[in-house]
């Protein structure tokens, strides 16, 4: 479990499509930096787009915040790749030799990094070696990478290096999924987090 705690890198209400601390649940459990990382995306009428999906701006997610999960500094980053084409079907494709596709990678106390996937390209609003805090914008949620559709692959490891350091059980603070506080979540979950952004009326809400 992470000595750090962390805040959705997102804000509002977002499916869990993949991630927790299940084999079951993972899409990337064997890859041993990505074994506890989530995929994050909108869904309503339990679908993460409306009427053509291979059309980017049809999809709930594309060009949302993403926001800083914990105080620390940008530690590498990539700006300028295109998005990945959504094809018939949607199979995971990647248009580009990194999966990441546009990506940050934050380094936190406690040897903590934490790394974001898959942003718009030129959206990232930060530089390396930028001190940034939690639930400050980054950039907007893109297609670029390893993808099927727009959304967000968040994870926590132990290093820098996004193939060869082992990946952390994630440790979330003020996350909520149906009003109730939770410390991890699981693939299949509608969950959120409050940064001080995320209150309707001075109340908790949920989907």
């Not at 930060?126 to 001190?131: K, M, N, P, R, S």
């Not at 950039?139 to 692959?153: A, L």
Request: hydrophobic residues 30%; glycine residues 10%.
């Amino acid at each position: 479990m992470s000595k750090n705690k962390y805040i959705l890198p997102v804000r509002g209400v977002w499916y869990v499509e993949y991630g927790g601390n299940k084999k079951e649940n993972s899409h990337s459990f064997d890859i041993i930096a990505q074994r506890y990382a989530y995929d994050f995306e909108i869904r309503k009428n339990d679908l993460p787009y409306h009427d053509d999906y291979t059309v980017l701006s049809n999809y709930y997610s594309y060009l949302e915040d993403v926001i800083c999960p914990s105080d620390g500094y940008v530690f590498d980053l990539v700006n300028y790749y295109p998005n990945t084409l959504v094809y018939p079907d949607r199979p995971i494709k990647c248009d580009i030799l990194d999966p990441r596709g546009n990506y940050i990678t934050i380094k936190h106390k406690n040897g903590e990094y934490s790394t974001i996937c898959h942003l718009e390209c030129g959206s990232i609003t930060v530089e390396i070696g930028d001190l940034v805090t939690q639930g400050q914008v980054l950039g907007r949620v893109g297609n670029s990478g390893n993808t099927q559709g727009p959304h967000v692959h968040f994870q926590v490891q132990n290093g820098p290096d996004f193939n060869k350091s082992v990946g952390i059980k994630i440790n979330f603070e003020r996350t909520y999924t149906n009003k109730r506080k939770i410390k991890r979540i699981e693939k299949g979950m509608y969950v959120y987090s409050l940064d001080g952004g995320d209150q309707r009326n001075g109340r908790l809400f949920s989907v």
